[in-house]
């Protein structure tokens, strides 16, 4: 199972044509393109399931809302979609952005709750060593970089402008990626690539989920 050259030059002509009439022309097409995706999902995701517990999976409307967007062009030129962990002791989501030019696989804490977020904070300045371990891995860093997402200018209420962990206390997203090329996407190894950065992704996803299931003295919080 692979992602097809010719679903790649569509998106690429729809970059090129975001427009109603061009879309609505060839909506046929699009359609056998995204019934070649979801079934690329499905065999992700029964991939994943033999290391990890995935409840579902969903892949993103092309349609974008433009009522509060200064970019009116009407449609998303990509297919993309997450994969959510299952039961309440497996924290995160994994993701997948298939875009010409801007493909990349990672996953993470996009929208933590407040209190989910404030827990992350409150261990972050109890102890950062454990993340930081996770965060220098030699493998994790360079599949990744590292660790992305929004944070406030200064410090969140409550916290210490100057602990050593500020810079990772400021954050409110926790979320990594992985950037392909288009070569690699329409490879035919491309969900082996998926399944092994996912891989490195996991013992993130195993101490978040730690972190998140547990008080500040390491109590279970769930059943």
């Known amino acids: 199972m ?12 729809l970059q090129d044509n975001n427009n109603r009439e061009w879309f609505n022309e060839r909506k046929s097409i699009f359609k056998e393109h995204q019934n070649d995706i ?29 009522r509060f967007s200064n970019d009116k062009t009407p449609y998303k030129a990509r297919f993309a979609g997450s994969f959510k962990r299952a039961t309440a002791a497996l924290r995160g989501g994994y993701f997948i952005n298939i875009e010409p030019g801007a493909s990349i696989v990672g996953g993470g804490f996009y929208a933590p709750n407040p209190s989910d977020l404030k827990r992350i ?6 102890d950062d060593s454990e993340i930081n371990a996770i ?5 994790f860093k360079k599949a990744f970089g590292g660790l992305m997402g929004s944070e406030v200018k200064t410090a969140p209420r409550g ?26 996407v329409t490879s035919p190894g ?13 013992p993130y996803f195993d101490y978040m989920s730690a972190v998140l299931t547990t008080n500040l003295d390491g109590e279970s919080m769930v059943d």
């Open 2 to 13: 692979k992602v097809q050259k010719e679903t790649m030059d569509f998106l690429i002509a």
């Open 38 to 66: 979801k079934s690329f999902f499905v065999e992700v995701e029964n991939r994943l399931q033999q290391t990890d517990q995935i409840e579902s999976h969903s892949i993103y409307r092309i349609y974008r809302d433009v």
């Open 121 to 126: 904070r409150q261990e972050f300045e109890q």
């Open 135 to 139: 965060l220098n891995n030699g493998k």
């Open 159 to 184: 916290f210490d402008i100057d602990h050593p962990a500020i810079n990772l206390i400021r954050k409110k997203q926790f979320y990594v990626i992985r950037n392909f090329s288009d070569k690699e």
């Open 190 to 202: 491309f969900i082996d690539m998926i399944l092994d950065t996912y891989k490195t992704l996991r």
